[in-house]
C-alpha cells in the first residue's frame, strides 16, 4: 500500500484517504490542477507526503506548459509552484519541495525543455525516495529513545500515509517495534477528521502494532491513570527556536504529557524545518470550513447555522518539547542553536 | 420543550435526547424498565436529570406491584430501586434520588398501598420541582462570579436537557446573560456522544447566547488564543473532598485551566455530593460500549474490531476547582470543612 506511485506514462496515483479505512480507492492525477484539488480536500495530507504529492504536482504542471524558450518554461513552472503552494498554507515542505525544484531547474545548464522536464522528474523522485530514507533514518534515531513495553500516545497520522511511507512518529514506534521492544500504542483519533481513528489505528493493525483507540479529550485522564508512558507527534512546520505546528490538539497533549512529566517528541524531517520564522507565532494557521465540525459523513451532528471555530493546526512552544527527532539525529534544548547546526551540515 | 413530563395517566413522557437536535421526538415510559432503558442507553442522560427520571421510574414501578402488605410493597419498591439505580454506576444522583423516595416511604405511617404509591409521586414531583428551582438558585451564586462580557467554555452538556430544567452549568450561564452580562460560550463538541454539539450549542441558540462549536481538542489552543476568560462545567459526583467525576475530558479542561490562568468552575445542585466517599479515586467510572467510538450514527469510522478504551467520565481533583457552584451558595477551599457546613445547614 503506498500512499502515491508515479506513474510512467505521466500520471500520478494517490492513495485517497479521506475514504480510508472503509475503502482503498485511488485518484489518478494527470496534472497539477487533479493534485492541488487532491491537496486541498486531503486525499492526501501530512506534511512530508503533501510536499511529495506537490513535486509530482509540478512535474505535472511542467508537462502541459507548451514553450519553446527556458525563460518561458522557468516563469510558466514558477506559476504554477505559487499555485500548488496556496493550496494549504501551515505545512512547509509543500513550499520546500516547490523551492528545491525550482533551484534545480534554474541550476540546469541545458535549454532543451523536455531535458528540463526530465530534471524536474528525477529530482521530485528523489524527493519521494529521500522521504522514506529519512523516516527510517529518524526512526532509527528515536526508537533509542524509546524504553522496552513503552506504551504510547499519539495523535493524528504521522505515519506512512503523512509520508512518502514509514511514517515519522509512527516511523519512530514502527522501528522500536522492529527493535522488539515490545511497545503499544494510544492513538487519538483526532477530530474534526479522525486522522488518528480512520488512518493510525490501520496502519498499527496492518503493522500488527497492539493499539488502542481513544478520542482526543481522555488524553488527560489517560495520563492521570498512569496508562501511558511517552507522547510522540509529527509535525507540520518546525521553527527556527523550536516551536512546532502540528494538527490540532498537539499543544493540548503537550501541555498534559507536562504537567503528568511524560516525555513529549516530535518527529519530522529536516524539510519540515523553516528557518525562515523565528517562533510559532508566525506560523500560518489554516482555518478550514464549519462543516468539517458540524457533519459527518454528509449527515449533521450539530444544529443547523451554529459558528464553529475549526483551527486545523496548533502551535506548541519549544519549552513543551522533550525533543525533536530528525534524519540527522536527536536536536535537544537549546533548539535555536542545535537546530541550526544539524541544518548546516 | 421539557426534558421530561409527568403525565397523569402515569406515564413519563421523555425528550429523547439521543435524536436531539436533528429530531425532536418523545418516549413514553410506562414502567420502571422503561426508564431504565431509556437512562442506559442515553435518552435521558445529565446527573439531575436522570435523578429525577428515576424517582419517577420508580413511581412507575410501585404502581405495578400488586400487593397487599406494605412490607412487601416496600420490599418490591427497594428492589426497583436497586435496578434503577445500577443502570448507570458514575452519577450519585440517582443513588440519592432511590434513597430519597425509600426513606420517605419508610418514614410514612400509612399502611395503605395507593396512598403509599401516592406519597412516592409527590416525592418524585418534589425532586423534580425542587431541582429546577435549586438550577435558578446555583445560577443566581453563580452568575455572581461571571465578569461582563465573559467568553466561557464549557464542556458537554450541563443544560436544561441534563437536569429538570434550566441547568447547572449552563444555568449559570443563563442567569449572567438574563443579567445583561454580554457573555458568549464556547462549547466543547464532547466526543464520544456529542452532547456539546448536539444539545448545548441547541440549548444556547434557542436561548439566544451567542455560542462557538469548537471540537475537544481545540480548547488548549482556544486558551493558549486568549480567547476563553473562564471554564464551568457540571458534575456527576463530587466527593467529600471536592474532587469531582464529570465527563470524560473535564480533567483535561481543568489542567489546561490551571495552566492558562483561568477560573475553572463546577456548577451542581447538592443532590450530586457523596459525602460517603473520601476522594474522587473511590468513584466508580462507568465504561462505556467501543461501538460509541468507533461509530457514528450506525456507521463505522474505524477499522473493524480495533481495541479501544471508552470511559463515560473521569475525575478532577480539587486542586484544579476554583469553585464549587451549589443552591446554597459557592463553595470554596477548603472543600473538606466547607462542604460539611453547607451540606449541614
Chains 1, 2 share one sequence.
Not at 204 to 215: E, G, S
Not at 251 to 265: E, I
Amino acid at each position: 500500500m503506498n500512499t502515491m506511485r508515479w506513474l510512467e506514462e505521466g500520471c500520478l496515483e494517490l492513495l485517497d484517504q479521506s475514504k480510508l479505512p472503509l475503502e482503498v480507492t485511488y485518484l489518478n492525477c494527470r496534472d497539477h490542477f487533479d493534485v492541488a484539488a487532491a491537496i486541498k480536500r486531503l486525499a492526501v495530507r501530512g506534511a512530508p507526503a503533501i510536499g511529495a504529492a506537490a513535486a509530482y504536482g509540478l512535474v505535472l504542471g511542467a508537462m502541459k506548459i507548451e514553450v519553446y524558450h527556458k525563460e518561458a518554461f522557468i516563469a510558466g513552472v514558477e506559476s504554477i509552484a505559487r499555485e500548488l503552494t496556496a493550496t494549504r498554507p501551515t505545512a512547509v515542505n509543500l513550499r520546500w519541495a516547490m523551492d528545491r525544484l525550482l533551484k534545480k531547474l534554474r541550476s540546469t545548464a541545458t535549454e532543451d525543455i523536455n531535458e528540463l522536464r526530465a530534471v524536474l522528474l528525477a529530482e521530485a523522485n528523489l524527493i519521494y525516495r529521500e522521504d522514506i530514507t529519512n523516516n527510517r533514518k529518524l526512526g532509527a534515531y528515536g526508537q533509542a529513545l524509546i524504553p522496552v513495553g513503552a506504551r504510547i500516545l499519539t495523535h493524528c497520522n504521522a505515519g506512512a500515509l503523512a509520508t512518502a511511507g514509514y511514517g515519522t512518529a509512527l516511523g519512530v514506534i514502527r522501528a522500536a517495534h522492529e527493535a522488539g521492544k515490545k511497545i503499544s500504542v494510544y492513538a487519538d483519533e483526532t477530530r474534526p477528521l479522525l486522522q488518528g481513528a480512520r488512518l493510525t489505528t490501520w496502519e498499527m493493525l496492518h503493522a500488527r502494532i497492539p493499539v488502542t483507540l481513544i478520542t482526543d479529550n481522555m488524553a488527560g485522564y489517560l495520563m492521570a491513570s498512569g496508562k501511558v508512558d511517552l507522547v510522540i507527534v509529527g509535525a507540520d512546520r518546525i521553527t527556527a527556536n523550536g516551536d512546532v505546528a502540528n494538527k490540532i490538539g498537539t499543544y493540548s497533549l503537550a501541555v498534559l504529557a507536562q504537567v503528568h512529566n511524560l516525555p513529549f517528541y516530535v518527529a519530522a524531517p529536516l524539510s519540515t524545518v523553516d528557518l525562515d520564522l523565528a517562533s510559532g507565532e508566525e506560523i500560518p494557521i489554516e482555518e478550514r470550513e464549519s462543516v468539517e465540525v458540524t457533519h459527518l459523513d454528509g449527515r449533521p451532528v450539530a444544529p443547523a447555522g451554529v459558528k464553529v471555530w475549526n483551527p486545523a493546526f496548533d502551535v506548541t512552544p519549544n519549552r513543551l518539547i522533550t525533543a525533536i527527532i530528525t534524519e540527522r539525529g536527536v536536536i535537544r534544548r537549546p533548539y535555536l542553536k542545535n537546530m541550526q547546526e544539524v541544518m548546516s551540515i
